[in-house]
């Protein structure tokens, strides 16, 4: 038994996903500091806290604090970029992630979870790969990327697919960036854009992560993302959270067989305790009664110690009651 517990553990570390996440930009009322890891299926819950929703722990990281949770982000804004391990963004603040999921996961997660509170939110994915012809008219707008510059590229190569591919994502990047400031009105109401970059792993695979070509495209991005960060830091003047993280589908689909295999074994050697369902109405009848047996207590208590502290004098309730008696007895 114990064999077979260290070989699950051991299967377990060796298929474990690392990968970035990166803060670009968070107001001064949300901070976020220190080293942790923290887990992929996790960011739901640091974006719901973010925005002022109360967060379904299921798990700690102390990553992240609200100073002021009167003046939240009014949007969250995240890249995600697919395929890759890490991302080397010289600004922002650097957690070790935890790929336990895919990208489409996590954002589904992330819009049910706002859906369950408000179904009035711009919740916005744009999946950068299908390119401007699928994109067509956009929640931003009508996107109008500039051509690309052959003569400024050193190593890329308009030439090859995977590269052109790649570089039109680039560009819509810069697209979406020159139309957030102009497009975008805040309100009252928590926004999200989604932006999903998937052309740089084939270009990873093309050339190699060490390659000149490679870390060109990681030049360009960085330029790319910077840019999409200084727009909606403008059109949200300060209060937005802005973050990037990267995903590595391959690795993710290697961890999901081995815990889905995992759940298989224990669901078939343990019983669940499934917990009891309390109605909505259970949290408010719950206050009504715990406040008023709090109040009865404490009332209780008082009249108990004025009645105890009284004078018993001519004037007061228990002369009133004793005095007949008194007179009787004299």
């Keep these: 038994m114990l064999k077979t ?55 700690t990281w102390n990553g992240m604090s609200i100073t002021d949770p009167f003046r939240l982000p009014e949007a969250v804004v995240v890249m995600a970029i697919e395929g890759i391990d890490s991302l080397d963004i010289p600004k922002g603040t650097r957690f070790p992630l935890n790929v336990n999921e895919g990208e489409e996961t996590t954002w589904q997660a992330f819009r049910q979870r706002l859906d369950e509170r408000d179904d009035d939110n711009i919740l916005v994915r744009i999946y950068l790969g299908d390119g401007l012809d699928a994109l067509g008219q956009s929640a931003l707008g009508e996107l109008k990327p500039t ?40 309100d009252s109401k928590p926004d999200v854009y989604w932006l ?12 190699g992560s060490n390659s000149t070509s490679s870390k060109e495209a990681l030049v360009l991005l960085n330029n790319a993302l910077n840019m999409v960060r200084d727009a909606f830091i403008e059109a949200y003047d300060g209060q937005v959270l802005i973050v990037a993280f990267t995903n590595d589908a391959s ?8 815990t889905l295999e995992r759940q298989r074994r224990e669901s078939a050697t343990e019983i669940k305790n499934i917990s009891k369902k309390y109605t909505q109405n259970y949290p408010i009848i719950f206050n009504i009664v715990l406040w008023f047996g709090i109040i009865f207590v404490f009332s209780l208590l008082a009249i108990c110690i004025t009645i105890g502290d009284m004078d018993p004098g001519r004037d007061s309730i228990i002369y009133r009651m004793t005095s007949n008696r008194m007179k009787k007895d004299n």
Aim: hydrophobic letters at 45%; charged letters at 25%; aromatic letters at 8%.
């Design 5 to 59: 517990i260290f070989c699950l553990v051991a299967v377990l570390v060796a298929v474990k996903a690392n990968g970035d996440f990166v803060v670009l930009h968070s107001p001064s009322t949300v901070l976020f500091d220190g080293e942790g890891e923290v887990e992929q299926s996790f960011l739901t819950e640091v974006f719901t806290a973010a925005l002022g929703y109360t967060a379904k722990l299921r798990g």
């Design 251 to 258: 690795k993710v689909h290697h961890i999901r067989s081995v």
């Design 196 to 207: 999903v970059v998937s052309g740089l792993q084939p270009v990873f695979d093309a050339y």
């Design 147 to 186: 051509p690309i510059d052959e003569t400024s590229l050193k190593a890329l190569n308009l030439n090859k697919e995977e590269d052109k591919k790649f570089l039109e994502e680039v560009q819509l990047l810069h697209a979406i960036a020159k139309k957030a400031p102009s497009a975008i009105k805040p």
